[in-house]
């Protein structure tokens, strides 16, 4: 990629330079650089240098993106505004209106420019949402998940033009390609979007056989969804642009992924933290012992301590859910059931009758 040339330099202005003279250097830079005002010979090279020169403008001519540009030069720029962020706010119209260039704007090179965010958000395609059922535990730790969805996709055939490959459009004759007509009434005046070509400037005479003209297809797709760590039930992940391709190369749609965490049998969620039950023999409590547990990362061992009652609830530090939005993990409880026989053998009840007769003395 060429390395750009200094915003400065491409103006013939100098670091010092006030807002007035940046101006009117880009407006002369402009008339001579237009597309439109040179031979076909020199059309792609106008068209760059235009869009050069735009660019320039666009920064100095905006006392914060100068001073950025100041600071830190192109990469201040670069690292900080996209490509639509660049031009927005940047009023270009009041630099011509006094030069005889009434339809100047309604080029194509300044729509590509000036107007491409706002005709990207009035195109936009269409939000989808998609409901996803995952276990406990892809919730706990979170995973990769593939999904399949059919929307829209820019057209192969076309790249999005919806005219036929090797054609071109034309400008629209009753705007004369302003995408806008301008109704008087007495002393009053309105604009709207041209009914011909509702708004683009373009007519399309040959449209793309592929989409029909419209510059999107219906396609199945293959989405793979991160789920993070930490999701619950009601979760949204928004997936930027895997909506529905906008019309007329309009700005995609974005994909919401929109969680439904399944119930788990043994291990039961509240907010980060897992509880479960297990049981375990009189003896057992009575004594103590070592018993398995079950946690989302399979079976550990866990003491129960002599004398440990029903009910007790014991806590497993670190064995919950990943916190979401911040670092850490929650714990698990384990509740004590302990089991009282129902079936003692003759012996058995020989024992306990020998146990009770010590306990009373």
Known sequence: MAQKRDYYEVLGVSKTASTEEI???????????HPDRVGLSRKKEAEEKFKEISEAYAVLSDENKRAQYDQFGHAGIDS??????????????????NFGFGDFFGDSIFRDFFGARRERIRNKGQDLEYHLRISLRDAAFGREIPI???HHEICPTCKGEGMKPGTR??????????GEVRYSQGFFSISQPCPRCHGSGEIIESPCPECRGEGRVRKAHKILVK??????????????????AGIKKGAPGDLYVVIEVEQDSILKRNEDDIYCDISIIFVHAALG???TVPTLEGDVKMKIPPGTQNGKLFRLRGKGIFHLQYGGRGDEYVRVNVQVPTDLSAREKELLLEFSRLREK
């Open 227 to 244: 789920i993070p760590p930490g999701v619950n039930t009601g979760s949204v992940l928004k997936l930027r642009e895997e909506g529905e």
């Open 23 to 33: 101006k009117e250097s880009y407006r002369k830079l402009a008339l001579q650089w």
């Open 148 to 150: 399949n969805i059919s």
């Open 80 to 97: 900080r505004y996209t490509r639509e962020d660049l031009f927005r706010g940047v009023d270009f119209g009041d630099l011509f209106e």
């Open 289 to 291: 012992a070592e018993v």
């Open 169 to 178: 459009k034309k400008a629209c004759t009753q705007c004369r390609g302003a």
